[in-house]
């Protein structure tokens, strides 16, 4: 088998000199897939994506994208390397309409963005319409899509969810979600944490489970659901 | 008539004077604003860096003088001006280099930075006392008047006249323009854009890849040239003298705050709250009041509500009604 | 190790002073000593704020204004002409406009939010202030044209003037307490702010209110704790012991004189010190440490932050405000025109940052080094720009120039000296324990 296209092998680590959160924790997303992150709280779910995006000291393991390492690269770095990431909260520029907030998005990019534009809005149709609104203006689901959209704009090899539906409602939550695999299915891997494992199990092609800081299990989405271990301790039965 | 009269002496002591000092705190607290809303603390050299844009560009004008050159009716100190701008960006790049960067780096505490300015502050004081001399310098030249009060009297045959200083109306159009410029950067270009994302959010903007020294550079820039502008003006309006500059600090605080620290819109409003305020309050209105009521009401006092000594006093107690009240300012800054 | 090196600093110090007794004169050294003490005392009340409770005080000055206003408030005899003049009008107008303020914030407590509220304390304000103005103004012309030259002001209560100084911590004290209620809680930078422009207004006021303290034209021949020169030299056993001993009336009489401050000055340096101490020290001095390293858990612990910082804050101000009297005091006179923000709040700061922020001990150094430095800088500078202008012919414009800015020299050495501490030893010659 062949090294799946984004991972982080065997991490270990926590922030700056402070103790280690992270203990062999392997997390991984390979091209047309879904990979999703659950487990309790306190687990260490966000901080194995922050580990994976560069944003704590991974003291042994290895992050490598397409084969190359990048464990030793800072967050800006990766992004231009082609990753994008999402961050839990405050992920959007509240004061700049929702135009600005996805020409930020593409602030890296020297060559014309129109066309990422387009295809954002035509992901995202409810942000044609308020483009020319403050993004802090928006509902909550509608500045997840900005976010989302924001980090769309440069056109990542792979996106990273921390938490995309923390906050909003069952009804948005579905709405998101539906997004996130419209997403998907223009070809982007897409790595994602979540709170509510079931809904987020149910859309994934590959499932974490993280206790402590460690993988307890991992299979595909479905596998997970249908796992009686997993059921009884993470998912209420 | 007295009807007219009356305005013509409120506008001719009140408003035109209010508008060119407004402008002028406007334009100071803009540059309080930005360093606020980018670099996150609030800057007490502001004041100094006008004062010394404002003595480059005074040097500068002499020398030209020297030369025989000069704008016909407007002022040289204008032909001077850009020369100022790239002197006051010299000393706040080379001070950002050499002081605040290494703040910025160990991410210190906001009050850490003010102590800073405050140290470079009486640095920037102590050169241009070492330079020009604390005295009261002369540069202004060119037309005195737009309009004079006596030929403002003779063209409407009202017995009050109405004298625009060429400095004032210098100061209101060169306010607009400055104005007009720094909001078309903000909005319009990229590198405005990427300062507003990371005033902001600064990590967002980070992973935006906004590269925040870049960022941090041309605000600096930026601010020089506002603080000469403004240092300029103020000085041509009424005399440069580096210490009113540091007592200038006051009000173009208060602006800022007013307005809400952080936003630009807001520190143009509250520079004309303050000097609106400042200035009707310490006016003397027995001329105006005279007019405007009939006989028998005129008032026998000054009618002037607080001596021009304590003009400062204006600002602060708007400062304080602002703390109390609406701590964010009229414009939603940032407060905590 | 750390007592070793705290007594060296110190043994430094008093050396310097004491070479400065030798080089130049005794006099001069003992001026440098009790403005020392003095000093030490501010950046005591200084480092209460900042070093302890992490306060940013940019209104020293008018703390240290307030203290001296209060020496002639208590030393000065009164002016029994004034009092006639204009006396009850002052304090009818004074209470007229303190009902005033009152009535304001009763309408804005008690009418319900809206137009009428707005309208009703507009009003309130308005007719107050006309009033006010209508029974202050003659009361004050009245009082200014008591014979001008000398008076025209109330005067004070001709008590000793010792005890102007604690008078002076209460003055201080109530309007720290003003500032603190409005500025305080919020971010740091606006405390800051509001105390640049208090202590503007306090001196402004001090200039302009001829009837309070003679405003710029000065209130001359303060009373003495201590004896006056004039007076030993007269004293016939003092001239006759002096001589026994070989020395010069004159000289002795004024060194005594200054020893003789020097003394008492000590005695308060030492109570505050001690006081300052005990509070650092006690679980009060720990929480408003824990406060300062971290504001939000100190919070989530259930600390009021804003109450304890106010506490603190009128604390330190009242510091100052006692050595501003005490500093008035000692020059015998007060001078509105002399309050500069760089001499007396800057300065403090760099004694305090230098000292070490969060020691007392460290402020009691600061306070003498840099005063130290402060004095001699000026001869200094003059000495090294005479050599770097050696070269130069007499006479010419540049050498004219740079010998006439280094009166300048202070502002920048002292800007210098604080940015060159703050960078490469944050924690100052005495560092916090």
């Known amino acids: 088998m062949s090294e799946p296209f984004l991972i982080g092998d065997c991490m270990t680590g926590g922030y700056g000199a402070g103790p280690d959160i992270l203990h062999g924790c392997t997390i991984s997303v390979d091209r047309g897939e879904i990979a999703v992150i659950v487990g309790p709280n306190g687990a260490g779910k966000s901080t194995a994506m922050k580990a994976v995006f560069g944003m704590l000291n991974v003291r042994e393991g290895a992050v490598r994208l397409d084969g190359q390492d990048i464990t030793k690269l800072s967050p800006q770095d990766r992004v231009i390397k082609g990753m994008g990431f999402v961050p839990q909260t405050q992920n959007i520029f509240a004061s700049m309409t929702v135009e600005e907030n996805l020409e930020m998005g593409a602030f890296i990019r020297p060559d014309d963005f129109r066309d990422t534009l387009e295809q954002v809005y035509d992901l995202f149709p409810i942000l044609r319409d308020k483009r020319k609104q403050a993004a802090g203006e928006l509902s909550g689901g509608q500045r997840q899509q900005v976010a989302v959209g924001r980090a769309l704009m440069t056109k990542p090899k792979v996106l990273m969810l921390d938490e995309p539906t923390a906050g909003v409602s069952p009804i948005v939550m579905d709405e998101l979600f539906d997004r996130i695999i419209e997403v998907s299915r223009t070809g982007i891997p897409i790595l994602m944490v979540e709170q509510n494992a079931r809904q987020a199990l149910e859309i994934a092609d590959k499932g974490y489970v993280l206790v402590q800081g460690a993988n307890a299990f991992s299979g595909t989405g479905k596998d997970l659901l249908a796992d009686p271990d997993v059921r009884k301790s993470f998912l209420g039965g | ?336 | 190790m750390t007592h070793s090196k705290n007594i060296a600093l110190f043994a430094g110090i008093a050396g310097l002073i004491i070479l400065t007794g030798f080089m130049q004169s005794w006099n001069s050294a003992l001026l440098i000593l009790n403005m020392g003490l003095i000093s030490a005392i501010m950046a005591i009340g200084v480092n209460l704020q900042w070093g302890i409770a992490g306060l940013f005080n940019v209104g020293i000055m008018g703390f240290l204004a307030l203290g001296g206003l209060a020496t002639v408030f208590v030393s000065m005899e009164p002016v029994p002409d004034a009092w006639r003049a204009g006396g009850a009008g002052i304090f009818l107008a004074l209470a007229l406009g303190v009902l005033t303020v009152v009535a304001t914030i009763f309408a804005f407590k008690t009418l319900p939010k809206g137009r009428l509220r707005t309208i009703g304390m507009l009003v309130i304000l308005i007719t107050g202030f006309f009033v006010y103005r209508a029974v202050f103004d003659p009361a004050v012309e009245a009082i200014e044209a008591v014979d001008p030259a000398v008076t025209g002001y109330l005067g004070g209560l001709g008590l000793p003037v010792v005890v102007a100084w604690p008078v002076g911590g209460l003055l201080a004290a109530g309007v720290a307490w003003i500032i603190g209620k409005t500025a305080l809680g919020l971010r740091s930078d606006y405390l800051a702010i509001a105390t640049l422009g208090i202590a503007e207004i306090i001196v402004a006021i001090m200039k302009n209110e001829d009837w309070l303290a003679r405003g710029v034209k000065n209130v001359i021949g303060l009373p003495r704790p201590v004896p006056y020169e004039v007076d030993l030299q007269s004293s016939a056993s003092f001239v006759e012991r002096v001589q026994s001993y070989g020395l010069d009336v004159t000289t002795t009489s004024s060194i005594l004189v200054k020893l003789n401050y020097a003394v008492l000055f000590a005695l308060f340096l030492g109570v505050i010190f001690a006081m300052a101490q005990l509070a650092l020290n006690s679980p009060w001095g720990r929480m408003m440490r824990a406060i300062r390293d971290n504001e939000t858990a100190a919070e989530a612990m259930g600390k009021n932050v804003t109450k304890r910082h106010l506490q603190i804050f009128i604390l330190g101000s009242a510091i100052c405000g006692i050595a501003g009297a005490m500093m008035t005091t000692l020059d015998g006179q007060l001078t509105p025109g002399t309050y500069q923000p760089l001499r007396f709040t800057f300065l403090i700061w760099v004694m305090v940052i230098v000292g070490g922020s969060g020691s007392n001990l460290g402020a009691v150094l600061g306070g003498f080094l840099i005063w130290f430095l402060w004095v001699q800088v000026e001869p200094m500078g003059y000495f090294i720009m005479d050599i770097l202008t050696m070269g130069m012919t007499d006479g010419s414009p540049l050498k004219e120039h740079l010998l006439d800015s280094v009166a300048h020299m202070r502002l920048l050495t002292m800007g210098v000296v604080l940015l060159l501490v703050l960078r490469f030893s944050p924690r100052g010659l005495i560092p916090e324990k």
């Open chain 2, 1 to 336: 008539m007295d009807f007219l009269n009356a305005i013509v002496a409120l506008s001719n002591f009140v408003l035109v004077p209010a508008i060119a000092y407004g402008s002028q705190l406007a334009l100071g607290a803009l540059g309080v604003t930005l360093i606020y809303g980018i670099l996150r603390f609030s800057n007490f050299a502001h004041g100094d860096t006008m004062a010394f844009g404002a003595m480059a560009t005074v040097g500068m004008t002499w020398w030209l003088q020297s030369m025989g050159v000069n704008l016909g009716p407007l002022p040289t100190a204008l032909l001077a001006l850009p020369f100022g701008i790239m002197a006051a960006g010299f000393l706040v790049l080379m001070t950002d280099r050499m002081v605040y960067r290494f703040y910025r780096q160990q991410k210190s505490k906001p009050v850490i930075l003010v102590i800073v300015s405050m140290g470079v502050m009486f640095i920037t004081n102590g050169i241009v006392r070492f330079i020009i001399g604390p005295q009261e310098r002369q540069f202004a030249d060119g037309e005195r008047f737009l309009i004079s009060a006596r030929d403002f009297k003779q063209m409407t045959g009202l017995d009050e006249g109405l004298a625009i200083k060429t400095t004032q109306a210098i100061t209101v159009i060169t306010a607009i323009i400055i104005v007009a410029l720094l909001f078309w950067f903000l909005n319009k270009t990229r590198t405005g854009k990427s300062m507003r994302a990371y005033s902001d959010n600064e990590d967002l903007a980070l992973l935006s890849g906004i590269n925040p020294e870049r960022v941090v550079m041309v605000t600096w820039l930026i601010v020089a040239a506002l603080a000469t502008i403004a240092g300029t003006l103020y000085g041509l309006d009424k005399t440069f003298k580096p210490f009113t500059y540091f007592q200038l600090l006051l009000p173009i605080f208060a602006s800022a705050i007013v307005g809400g620290l952080g936003s630009p819109v807001g520190a143009i409003a509250g520079g004309f709250v303050v000097a609106f305020s400042e200035v009707t309050i310490t006016y003397a209105w027995k001329k105006v009041l005279g007019y405007a009521m009939p006989d028998s009401l005129a008032p026998d006092g000054l009618v002037q509500l607080l001596s021009t000594d304590y003009k400062f006093a204006v600002s602060f107690v708007i400062l304080v009604i602002v703390l109390l009240f609406k701590p964010t300012g009229l414009f939603n800054g940032k407060a905590y």
